[in-house]
Nanobody
């Protein structure tokens, strides 16, 4: 059974930092695409960071220079380091890994709240 579990969310003041983790079981992150999405209150879900099988990364314009996605294959974990947080970063953050055949695995999310 595939399971993605996010952690590391919480309440932080604007300008602060958090590091989110996504641990996978039943599926390997190694050499596969992994993405972080977020959904803020009243907003659509949006992708914020992506790491591909070759460890190339890309980011939403709104988080470039502030967020960093990385992976630790030995721990089967992907991280999202978030610095200089802003109130607009308040959202539930989800980990996702798409696979061939239309499979798409999601975690249940972790809440990030940034107070101004």
């Amino acid at each position: 059974q595939v399971q993605l579990v996010e952690s590391g969310g919480g309440l932080v003041q604007a300008g602060g930092s958090l590091r989110l983790s996504c641990v996978a079981s039943g599926v390997s992150f190694s050499y596969h695409n992994v993405k972080w999405y977020r959904q803020g209150p009243g907003k659509q879900r949006e992708m914020v960071a992506h790491i591909d099988g070759n460890d190339n990364t890309n980011y939403a314009d709104s988080v470039k220079g502030r967020f960093t996605i990385s992976r630790d294959n030995a721990k089967n974990t992907v991280y999202l380091q978030m610095n200089n947080l802003e109130s607009d970063d308040t959202a539930v953050y989800y980990c996702n890994t798409p696979r061939r055949g239309g499979l798409n695995y999601w975690g249940e999310g972790t809440q990030v709240t940034v107070s101004s």
